[in-house]
């Protein structure tokens, strides 16, 4: 099983650039979510979704958006990319259930230069 | 908003036990989670115990949940090399729907 697959793995962006940074998920999980990890701050979640059509915001969704059109994708997109948003980001899916296990995908590393 | 606090560093030696500690603030919190990230990768799921238990044992595993100081700890029996990761709590409430909380983050270091 494939799980959770990001891409890229790693991308350099210039200030100003956008881009969206793909998670697919193969386990037909309704909750998938996008957490940002920087040093000494663990994951923040930017946004998650409850199932295909609904998203919300998390704590910190400044400067991304996302959409869910399938059970599958949850895409991330980087309107006008800042030296700020330099981190890795990782995706996570679970059923929806507070007890279940998140899996996480294996990152995206994004500098911003 | 919530906060989940843990120390950075941890360096153990190979045959010891180490102990992780984690510190949150939110009351409403039902579930709490240990995830670990080895070097390059995502995470992955530990162990939870919920807000109404004291004590969770899973092989090597012991999670210790102090309700009243918001305090809860891992002990890790045993550490091998392979435990060199960094170890995050968790939390989420009920009606949350699995948004999750993280901790700093704490980097354990076994060393021979």
């Known amino acids: 099983n494939a799980g959770v697959t990001q891409t890229p793995k790693f991308q350099v962006l210039k200030t100003g650039q956008s881009m969206t940074l793909q998670c697919a998920q193969d386990?037909?999980?309704?909750?998938m979510s996008w957490y940002r990890q920087d040093p000494g701050m663990g994951l923040r979640l930017i946004h998650y979704?409850?199932?295909?059509?609904?998203?919300d915001q998390g704590e910190v969704p400044n400067g991304y958006n996302v959409s869910r059109s399938t059970t599958e994708d949850f895409p991330l997109r980087l309107l006008s990319a800042a030296p700020s948003q330099t981190s890795v980001y990782f995706c996570?899916?679970?059923?929806?259930?507070?007890?279940?296990?998140?899996?996480f995908g294996q990152g995206t590393r994004l500098t911003v230069v | 908003g919530e906060d989940v606090e843990q120390s950075l560093f941890l360096s153990v030696r190979e045959g010891d036990s180490s102990v992780i500690n984690c510190t949150y603030t939110?009351?409403?919190?039902?579930?709490l989670y240990w995830y670990k990230q080895e070097p390059g990768a995502g995470l992955q799921l530990l162990t939870y115990?919920?807000?109404?238990?004291d004590m969770k044992q899973d092989q090597r595993l012991t999670v210790l949940l102090n309700k009243k100081d918001k305090h809860l700890s891992l002990r890790i029996a045993d550490t091998q090399t392979g435990d060199s990761a960094i170890y995050f709590c968790?939390?989420?409430?009920?009606?949350?729907?699995?948004?999750?909380?993280f901790g700093t983050g704490t980097q354990l270091k076994v060393e021979l």
């Open positions: 968790a939390e989420t409430f009920t009606g949350g729907g699995n948004k999750l909380t």
């Open positions: 115990i919920f807000s109404n238990m």
């Open positions: 386990m037909n999980h309704e909750y």
């Open positions: 939110d009351s409403s919190s039902t579930y």
């Open positions: 979704s409850v199932g295909a059509g609904i998203t």
């Open positions: 996570a899916s679970s059923i929806r259930d507070e007890i279940t296990e998140a899996f």
